[in-house]
C-alpha cells in the first residue's frame, strides 16, 4: 500500500506521515481543505481496510509538514511487547462528552500515557504523569507501579493511538476496568468545547505548530518541551529529536 498511498498524497499535494503496520494504521496529514477530502475518498476505494478510519481535524494558515511520507512498521507506536495483539483486548472507548464524569470519580486513576516532554505542555488536572522518555517504556512502569489489578484506569494520550496499546497490554495483564478517551485529546477539544475547566495548558502536536490549545489554534509562543523557554521556529526542528527542543537540553536528554 506504500507507493499507492504516496501516489494519492503527491497528486493532491498533501504533507505529513503515514504508518502502515500490520497491527494498524496512523496518519496525520495536511493540505487545503478539498484537496483532503479527495484524498480521503480515494484512499477508502482503494482498500476496504481504510473505509473506517477515524478522522479528526484542526486548521492552521499555513501547512506544518515540508514533505509527505508513508513509512512501514513492525508497530505503529512502538512499545516491544511481541506477544500483545491489540485486536484481542482494548479498553472501553468513553466519548469526549463523557470524560468530565469518569475522570471525576474518586475511585478513578487517570493516567497521561505520553512521554514526559507532551505531558510538560499540558495535561488534566490531577492525572498521573509516568514520567516516562519514550512509550515503550510504558509496559514495565505499569507493571511496577499499579500493582492493583482491580482498580479503574481511564487514560489519554494526544490523538488515541498510544491508549490502544497501553488499553490491550493492560487488559492483557489482567486489569479489570480500563478505560480510553476515544479519539485522545485533539478529539476531545474538538467535541467539548464547553468542558474544558480540567485540562490545563496546550497539547504538544509532532508537526510545526509545536503545540495547540483547547480552541485547536496554535500556541503563539514556542517553548522549550524540557526547560520552558521560548524557542525560535527555526530551532523547532532537530531531525534526530522527535520533539521540539531549544537544543541546549538534546544532551541530556540523549
Known sequence: MRDPLLD????????GTILL???GYNATLAGLPDDLEAFRRDVAALNSAFADLHWGES?????PFGTMKVR???????????????????????????????????????????????VAFGTFRG????????????????????????????????????CEKAAA???????????????????YFAKTQDQQDLWQGSCFVFDDRVAVTPDLEAISTPVCACRGTTITTEAIKFPEEPFASCGVCIPTIR
Open 169 to 187: 497490554l493492560m487488559k492483557a495483564e489482567g486489569f479489570e476496568s480500563v478505560y480510553q478517551l476515544q479519539g485522545g485529546i485533539l478529539n
Open 72 to 118: 512501514l512498521k513492525a508497530e505503529t507506536i512502538r512499545m516491544k511487547e511481541q506477544a500483545l495483539d491489540v485486536t484481542l483486548a482494548h479498553g472501553t472507548h468513553v466519548a469526549p462528552q463523557d470524560w468530565q464524569d469518569l475522570v471525576q470519580r474518586d475511585d478513578v486513576i487517570v493516567l497521561d500515557t505520553r512521554n514526559d516532554y507532551e
Open 21 to 23: 503496520a500490520s497491527e
Open 8 to 15: 494519492l498524497a503527491r497528486r493532491y499535494q498533501i504533507k
Open 127 to 162: 492525572a498521573v504523569n509516568p514520567r516516562l522518555n519514550h512509550f515503550q517504556h510504558f509496559p514495565a512502569w505499569a507493571k511496577e507501579n499499579l500493582p492493583d489489578k482491580t482498580k479503574t484506569v481511564a487514560m489519554f494520550c494526544t490523538g488515541g493511538i498510544r
Open 59 to 63: 486548521w492552521h494558515d499555513t501547512l
